[in-house]
């Protein structure tokens, strides 16, 4: 495994001695739905000694469709991931899509993730970098690995180390992606610890006309492959139940499938290792 500067986030670093899991619901639907999830993941990742951190968007200006769910805006969002970082004490990370969110963002959340459609937007990266939080540039579909080095020094230039990278499938002809495992590797030796999104890698982009498809049976093979790779992490979408989720069902796992998951996951990169 590559050595990577290693991330202090809360009482935990990420790129250390143990796995990292962000997990949560793609977006946020329903308070129950948000307290029920991180209840059990925080449940979950203490009894395997996981470090885990709260994942949830306040919005997703990206859907496919005008009438897609986007979820309860800036204001509403931020005030409900601010309650779940309080009563559950878990660190939180949620996406921006505008400069001028990452200010307001950063009063709450511990990670700032730059969406892969977003992740060149020269003003989002600046914006997020000098709040000082960990950011989380995910890899664009349309980028190869090495063209994420302009990107962190577009970060480290506006006074922020503290970057963590994330790979998630390459675009491969229309509505597919595939996961290319060299590609972690290649930006580990920029430095940084990378983190594998093993549910937006099994997306179908737009398959489904008016949203995208996905083709959850294939993420337990791709998160496992990731680890013996040897990644820094994990990235997953959660929700109770999948097929009544408002945005990226498809792709999500199942709560209650989650221990089996991450128990696997933590053995093999404890092999690693």
């Known amino acids: 495994m590559i050595e990577v500067e290693k991330i202090t986030l809360n009482n935990f670093e990420i790129g250390g001695d143990k796995l990292t899991v962000l997990a949560g619901p793609c977006v946020i639907e329903t308070e129950s739905i948000i307290e029920r999830t991180v209840e059990k993941l925080k449940e979950i990742t ?15 200006a990206n859907r496919s469709s005008l009438n897609a769910y986007r979820g309860p805006g800036l204001e509403k969002g931020l005030e409900m991931l601010a309650k779940v970082k309080e009563d559950f004490n878990v660190p939180i990370v949620t996406d921006i899509h505008l400069p001028e969110q990452a200010e307001a963002v950063a009063q709450v959340a511990d990670i700032i993730q730059i969406p892969a459609f977003l992740c060149r937007q020269t003003d989002l990266l600046v914006a997020a970098a000098q709040t000082g939080k960990v950011i989380n540039i995910k890899k664009g579909q349309f980028l190869s690995p090495e063209q994420m080095k302009p990107l962190i020094k577009k970060i480290e ?17 229309y509505n597919n992606l595939v996961s290319d495992f060299r590609g972690i590797s290649i930006m580990q030796e920029f430095g940084y610890p990378v983190i594998f999104d093993a549910t937006h890698s099994v997306q179908l982009p737009g398959a489904n006309g008016a949203c995208s498809g996905g083709e959850r049976r294939f993420v337990p093979i791709l998160a496992q492959s990731a680890v013996a790779a040897g990644c820094n992490g994990l990235f997953f979408e959660v929700h109770p139940n999948p097929s ?9 796992i199942p709560l209650d499938n989650v221990y089996d998951l991450f128990k696997t996951c933590k053995d093999i990169f404890e092999i690693v290792k």
């Open 157 to 173: 230039d506006s006074g922020n180390r503290n970057i963590i990278l994330t790979e998630r499938g390459t675009t491969f002809g």
């Open 244 to 252: 009544e989720a408002l945005c990226d069902g498809p792709n999500m």
């Open 46 to 60: 203490q009894v395997l000694g996981i470090n885990f951190v709260f994942k949830a968007s306040f919005d997703k």
